[in-house]
């Protein structure tokens, strides 16, 4: 069975990989179609594929390697919110 958004791009990958490569970075937030939200605080811990995000975290017993966290389908992002600099944020380990 094929499904209707087989071969076409996620509408917001251009913007997501836009942000992913600003210089300086500013965190960003995904919000999906299932009303809940992604994060992304460091660019070099998510990576972007043909239509999935994949997040990480640094693996505190090998601080070389990085451990996947999440997967997320591009295709149910429905909005991208820039997250403000100065607005306090609040970021705890595992």
Partial sequence: MLSALQGKEPPLKPVIEHLLK???FLAFRLH??????????RPELVEVKDSVL????V????PD???LT???????????????????????GP
């Fill in 70 to 92: 999440s997967v997320v389908s591009l295709h149910h992002v429905v909005s991208v919110e820039q997250l403000r600099a100065d607005k306090p944020m609040v970021v705890s």
């Fill in 65 to 67: 390697k990085r451990r």
């Fill in 22 to 24: 600003q210089n300086p």
């Fill in 54 to 57: 994949n997040t990480y975290v």
């Fill in 32 to 41: 999906l179609t299932s009303r809940s939200q992604v994060d992304v605080l």
């Fill in 59 to 62: 693996d505190d017993s090998e």
